[in-house]
């Protein structure tokens, strides 16, 4: 039997939530409520959801706070609710683990479109049905990307990355000893363009690392900083 997603939405305005909740359980997601960012925090850490909508300015706690201290415990996917103008604050967003955003004022229809996108990159059997010889997946000696499954394992060992981490690593390794500035990673993988600080890629590229040498150091030393360029994936004999 498949379980429906479960999704956190974080608003301190009632009529935001209730909007929002309505369009997604239309889509028969199960739904859950908090109106400030420390209710947000604690719901989150202690229930598995599968994506999480939330809000930036908040009182308690604002969406930024509480994706950074989620993102020391969790890799539940984030897409941040901003109002226009507050370019800067989404790319701390970005820089703390942000997966994704959208700006108000929204139309409901556009959050559940982004919100089924962001599912289907996120889940971990969307396409287990897929012909096992047309599998999409990504080999290396110490890593396997499994886009199918959308799992990556090091060493045997499976790395639990966030959906943005998980794309700037397939997106590396797609083209293995091939140099990607910063800017260019920015705009294809977080389709995103701004002119504000270039923090955000290097900030996930660290979390990365980490999350991989903690599994495997040889999987970890294979994103490589070309100093003054960007990063490559390299691959060594």
């Not at 799992?151 to 797609?174: D, I, Q």
Request: with cysteine; net charge negative.
């Amino acid at each position: 039997m498949e379980t429906k997603p479960k999704i956190l939405v974080v608003d301190d305005e009632e009529r935001i939530r209730r909007l929002l909740k309505m369009y997604l359980e239309r889509e028969e997601y199960i739904i859950e409520e908090a109106e400030d960012g420390i209710e947000a925090l604690n719901k989150a850490l202690n229930n598995n959801f599968d994506l999480i909508l939330l809000d930036l300015m908040m009182p308690g706690k604002d969406g930024i706070e509480v994706c950074r201290e989620l993102r020391e415990k969790k890799s539940t996917p984030v897409i941040m609710l901003t109002a226009k103008g507050e370019e800067i604050n989404r790319v701390q967003g970005f820089e703390v683990g942000t997966d994704d955003y959208i700006v108000k004022p929204f139309s409901p229809r556009e959050v559940v479109l982004r919100v089924k996108a962001m599912l289907r990159r996120s889940s971990q059997t969307s396409y287990l049905t897929t012909d096992v010889e047309a599998r999409d997946v990504i080999q290396y000696k110490y890593l396997t990307i499994d886009n199918d499954a959308h799992k990556v394992m090091a060493e045997g060992k499976e790395v639990n990355l966030t959906p943005k981490e998980y794309e700037l690593l397939s997106y590396l390794a797609k083209t293995p000893d091939k140099v990607f500035a910063r800017e260019q990673l920015l705009k294809e993988v977080w389709h995103y363009e701004f002119f504000g600080d270039l923090r955000t890629v290097d900030t996930h590229v660290k979390r990365l690392r980490e999350k991989m040498n903690a599994v495997s150091e040889h999987a970890a030393q294979m994103i490589v900083t070309v100093w003054g360029v960007g990063y490559k994936f390299e691959v060594k004999e």
